[in-house]
């Protein structure tokens, strides 16, 4: 039985890897996503968006990890392709077994300020 911590490792391993099924492995069935510049909602159609965006990281560096029962926050530096890496927070929310809301917000300005 996975805890929170524990799927939001694997959560983040997965996108990172745009793992298809190790995120489905994670995400309930009625999951939702909210982030800057997209919504979903069901699993399909989450899966789908974030190996997309999986696919666009070139790399993620975890700063710390907070987790209080059924919920955990992520900051971490995200890079995609050759940019700058945008601090990011990404919150889960877990019920169960699987993840089942993603909250994702990230400093477009990036590392540096600009």
Known sequence: M???????????AALSAADAEGLRGVLADEVTFEG???KASGVAECVAGLVEM???ISGERVEVRLAEGENVLTWSTVRAGDGPGRPTVTWLRVGGER????????????????
């Open 36 to 38: 800057p510049v997209a």
């Open 54 to 56: 999986g696919r666009m």
């Open 99 to 114: 993840i089942t809301a993603i909250r994702t917000v990230f400093d477009a300005r990036g590392t540096d300020g600009r």
């Open 2 to 12: 996975a805890n929170a911590e524990q799927l939001a490792e694997r959560f983040h």
